[in-house]
Each structure stands twice: as C-alpha cells, then as structure tokens.
C-alpha cells in the first residue's frame, strides 16, 4: 500500500482541530475522550503540526475520580511496559492542571515523550499508576487493547505525516 494511501485511512481514525493563529493542526484518535473527565481514565497520545511542516506528539495521562490523588506538588506517575517501570517526570507546576466537575480531574499533558510514546505503541501489556503527594494514594490503570491500538495508529500516522 502507497504511503498516501496509508494515510488517508489513518486520517479517517482521528479527529483533526486547526487553530489558524498558530498555524498548528492537533490530531487525536478517534477512541481519546474530548473532556477528560467523561471517562474514569485519559491516557493518550496527540500529534501536533505546524504549517510549516514541524511536527511533534504529546502525551497525556490524567483520571476522573471522586477523591484527590494529588499528583501536584511531589505525587509521580510510573508506567510499567511490559514489566519495565518507567518514572514519567513532570513538573507540577507547569505540567499538572485539575478540574472539579462531578468529581475530581487530576492530569499532565506532555511533550517531547517520543520514546514513551512509542514503546507504548508497541506493547503488550501497560499500566499506569499515579502517586499522590504523601505517597498513601496510589491508582493505576491497565490500558486495553483499544487504547493501545490509539497509540500505535497515532504514531504511524506521525511517522506518515
């Protein structure tokens, strides 16, 4: 199958948004939630392009919940892909935002996890635990097949674009 072919089916399993002052094209997986707190977990990738042909991925990792977790301020996020732990470094003041909207919204969107995301896109088996502040709230989260699925298609969209 011809590059531009595999590219135009991709495209029909994502959702595009231009933002014309930025010149900037997000593309997200049809299977990614528009609100993060419509579902209990967001854990996702999401591509960005510029006009002039400058492109990178982004990842976000977040829950809606009933309680705090409190990932700001010294809380950490681990993902373990296929048996290897990775810490997700963030910085809490600039990577964390929350919500309070039936619940309590906890997420960090990312940049430059290239590696990350990839190997995520090639996994088996990935979970995802969050640690609050003070270390006695943990959460963690196994991705299914759907999400994971979400992340191979998006980087082989990024790889076509």
Known sequence: ????QQKAILLR???TKYEEGMQ???YKHDTVPRYVNSRSWAIYPSIGAKDDGFKWMIITL???RSDWIFIEHGGSIVVVIDGTSFD???D???DVDTGVSNGISEWVTLSRRDLLIRQIAGAERVVVSFSGNNGNRRIEHVLNSSEVRAFRETVELYDLL
Do not use: A, D
């Open 1 to 4: 199958m011809k590059r531009e």
């Open 13 to 15: 399993k994502f959702r």
């Open 24 to 26: 900037i094209t997000w």
């Open 62 to 64: 977040g829950f809606h």
């Open 88 to 90: 997700v470094p963030y």
């Open 92 to 94: 809490s003041y600039q």
